[in-house]
């Protein structure tokens, strides 16, 4: 009988060491509560070039009514910067003939625009691609009134002849 509860001691006493061991092993020292690192906001630019100047204009998209497309980057720029634009409604929708300091001033001048947006870049032969900081641009099929705008878009324009 004292064999019994000798071995029934050592037993349970081996039972605990086990359950102990198992216990720790699976367990790895906690890591301080670091926040992950934020996701970079989608941002909107706009991009006006000359031989002799660029600059851009960048917002996040969230604060855009992008439903206008690039009008509605237009007019959130003009209110909150010192974007301008000037332009005549027509059959098409607005002709551009100012953009910052592109200005239309001679008979053959007009403001073309590139984009990176993929459903409005150009597909017929004639459509050209620039890269503005790594980013492909090409000219747009459409006019700045039909343009859409998607996260990081980047519209580009610049005063061309012909």
Known sequence: MKTRKTLATALIICMIFALTIVGFVGCKPEEPNTPAPAAPADTLTIVVASDNATVDYTVEMSKVDTTKGVIGL??????????????????????LTKVCFLEVKEKND????????????DVSEYAQTIDYKGKKVT????????????????????????
């Open 139 to 162: 000219t747009s099929g459409l006019g700045v009134s039909s343009m859409h705008l998607e996260a990081n878009a980047v519209v580009y324009f610049n005063l061309s002849s012909f």
């Open 74 to 95: 237009f007019d959130y720029f003009k209110a909150n910067t010192n974007f301008d634009y000037v332009g005549s409604e027509g059959p098409y929708g607005l002709f």
């Open 110 to 121: 007009f403001i073309c625009i590139y984009t990176s947006v993929e459903k409005d870049k």
